[in-house]
């Protein structure tokens, strides 16, 4: 079974500055997807950002990205020019991709807080 | 717009009083699921269905229930409710169950069983 693992339960960033959240994650499948969500206060939870394992370049959406490493079995989130905004408890999740409906196994959490 | 409805958003009750919570999505999406979400050990999933009349077991089933009669609805159901089934539940959907398809999420109900 496909593990997730996020070893900050919390993190804090200055705003404007950045940030990198960990994430590893054991399976013995070579291709799958990796993803980034992110609940607010709100609870609701928003998709952040996506990586397909046999994709080699990393996924970026605007101040998003992540590096990943395939071999190391590592999906980090870095947040470049953080707002406040971006204060929020964020999921690092895996997904099979061969089929099966087990859908997205999820880590533990990070409590990112953003400081004025 | 699209999405994914629960209801109630909150919900207390006293251990063995049966309770349903609703989930439904208008994007005519194949597979819905629920998961539930505790401090320190991020989102579990209960139960998930890949189609209507099709359902299975999660990483954390027992103590609940589901149906899926209908495409767009999938209730979930606690007979007998307890004080280690207060959470947030999550229900979700997506168009595949695989692939790089998101999982659409609604906004969760925050259940406490006393």
């Known amino acids: 079974a496909q593990t997730v693992t996020q070893s900050q339960p919390e993190m804090s960033v200055q705003e404007a500055e950045t940030v990198t959240l960990s994430c590893t994650y054991d399976t013995s499948e070579s291709d799958y997807y990796l993803f980034w969500y992110k609940q607010p206060p709100s609870r609701q939870m928003i998709l952040v950002i996506r990586?397909?394992?046999?994709?080699?370049q990393n996924a970026t959406e605007n101040r998003f990205s992540v590096n990943f490493q395939k071999a190391a079995k590592s999906f980090s989130l870095k947040i470049s020019d953080s707002q406040l905004g971006d204060a929020a408890m964020y999921f690092c999740a895996y997904r099979t991709r061969s089929g099966s409906a087990r859908q997205l196994t999820f880590g533990s959490g990070t409590q990112l807080t953003v400081l004025p | 717009e699209a999405q994914v409805t629960q209801n109630p958003r909150y919900l207390i009750t006293v251990t063995g009083k049966k309770l349903t919570v609703t989930c439904s999505q208008n994007?005519?999406?194949?597979?819905m699921s629920w998961y539930r979400q505790d401090p320190g050990l991020g989102l579990r999933q209960i139960y998930y269905s890949m189609n209507v009349e099709v359902t299975d077991k999660g990483d954390v089933p027992e103590g609940y229930k589901v149906s899926r009669k209908e495409k767009r609805n999938f209730p979930l159901i606690l007979e007998s409710p307890s004080p280690n089934q207060t959470s947030l539940y999550f229900c979700?959907?997506?168009?595949?169950?695989?692939?790089?398809?998101?999982?659409?999420f609604g906004n969760g109900t925050r259940l406490t069983v006393t």
């Open positions: 979700a959907s997506s168009s595949r169950t695989g692939g790089n398809s998101p999982l659409h």
């Open positions: 990586q397909e394992a046999y994709k080699q």
């Open positions: 994007m005519n999406h194949e597979y």
